[in-house]
């Protein structure tokens, strides 16, 4: 891991002010339905509950204000994404008044784009899967002058990285924590708060079965592309970042493939046990958890719930009881 990544408690302390001067804390609550189902004590980070519906909005702040005092004049940014990190980039281009570019692959989530467009991002559909449309924001940052944003980057690990702060403080102590893998920001703000904070809690990544990427990563110890074919598209990543493998290698217990099926029975668990709205990436992690329900009995579980942005389509055929198509 690259020393880039690394932050100091007063770093992660001042990115949490950032944030909360934007949001308030999001919840963090111990669901008896969710215990009887796993036989142990489940604490839910509510990560849907921010104003984009996803944990990636901390991310985006904290990168853009870093932007914002370093350049005085910015041209724009421009970004790929399947949702969440485009409204991050999108919320925070808003709140700094920088103008935001976003290209999303081609049949990318209706919803999601229009709440793009709702924050004021010029949206360009360009490709099959985020890979492409990465490559395409990359060949327009050139063409145009903007500044490319990627999906993993110091400033955005760090931003997401209040998440697991303010988890850690309100759960107590945890055994392990389930957390789900995109680009990787997420888990591995989690891991290096874990480490910062001396804290024994085990992290567990969290990947589709049908893009496993990361986990044949993590097993053949170097980056391994696959194309990814699942319908939880916030985990749709077939090109791993060597930067985010490098930390979750470190620092991850394990990592924990879940099939469509599971993802989908998750999103109706959280639903009929909660009351939470969450996308297939979203529900992954209490995916994962009841998968392994037999290992954690009587033990405190953490599990994070990243992101409520689900098409009605797809929300319509899962609480139907079936599983959508990729």
Not at 28 to 53: C, D
Not at 139 to 145: K, P, T, V
Not at 271 to 288: I, K, S, V
């Amino acid at each position: 891991m690259t020393d880039a990544y690394r932050f100091t408690l007063p770093e992660l302390e001042a990115a949490l002010a950032l944030v909360r001067a934007h949001m308030p804390q999001t919840p963090a609550y111990a669901w008896p339905l969710l215990a009887a189902r796993l036989g142990a004590t489940v604490f839910v980070k509510h990560e849907n509950h921010t104003p984009v519906g996803a944990f990636k909005i901390r991310g985006g702040l904290v990168h853009f204000d870093r932007l914002a005092r370093e350049r005085a004049n910015l041209p724009g940014v421009i970004s790929a994404t399947r949702g969440n990190h485009g409204q991050s980039l999108a919320y925070a281009g808003g709140v700094f008044g920088v103008k935001v570019t976003i290209v999303v692959p081609h049949g990318n989530s209706v919803e999601k784009n229009a709440a793009m467009r709702a924050l004021g991002a010029d949206l360009i559909e360009h490709g099959a899967n985020f890979d492409e449309a990465r490559a395409e924001a990359a060949r327009l940052a050139q063409l145009r002058g903007l500044v490319f944003v990627p999906s993993f980057h110091p400033d955005l690990v760090r931003g997401v990285a209040t998440y697991a702060l303010e988890f850690f403080r309100q759960a107590g102590p945890l055994d392990v924590v389930y957390a789900p893998i995109g680009l990787g920001s997420g888990l591995c703000g989690l891991i290096l708060t874990r480490d910062l904070l001396g804290l024994p809690t085990r992290i567990v990544g969290v990947v589709a079965a049908r893009a496993d990427a990361y986990a044949r990563s993590v097993e053949a110890g170097a980056v391994v592309t696959r194309t990814p074919a699942t319908f939880a598209d916030g985990m749709a990543v077939g090109n791993p970042s060597a930067d985010a493998l490098a930390i979750i290698r470190a620092g991850a217990d394990r990592l924990v493939r879940v099939e469509e099926d599971e993802i989908a029975q998750a999103m109706r668990i959280y639903h009929e046990d909660t009351h939470n709205m969450a996308e297939p990436a979203g529900a992954a992690a209490l995916a994962a958890a009841l998968k392994e329900r037999a290992t954690l009995a009587g033990g405190r579980v953490g599990v994070v719930l990243s992101g409520a942005n689900v098409d009605r389509a797809v929300a319509a055929e899962v609480f139907a009881g079936r599983t959508p198509a990729a």
